[in-house]
């Protein structure tokens, strides 16, 4: 059971790299990401980092 998991994972992974070379998917990924990181920043800085090192 365990082997089968691991192989439709790397079957996954491998369709997914292969997916995200595609140019058109590039663009789509980098305003994904753009988008994301957007949204995340304008929190003031709370939330960001590790916290209080103790």
């Keep these: 059971m ?12 491998a369709k997914v790299f292969q997916e995200a070379k ?8 980098k305003k994904f990401i753009s988008d994301f990181q957007n949204k995340n920043s304008g ?6 980092g590790r916290g209080a090192v103790r």
């Design 2 to 13: 365990g082997m089968m998991r691991k192989l439709i994972a790397s079957g996954v992974a």
């Design 43 to 48: 929190g003031g800085g709370a939330g960001k």
């Design 22 to 29: 595609k140019p058109q998917n590039q663009a789509k990924i």
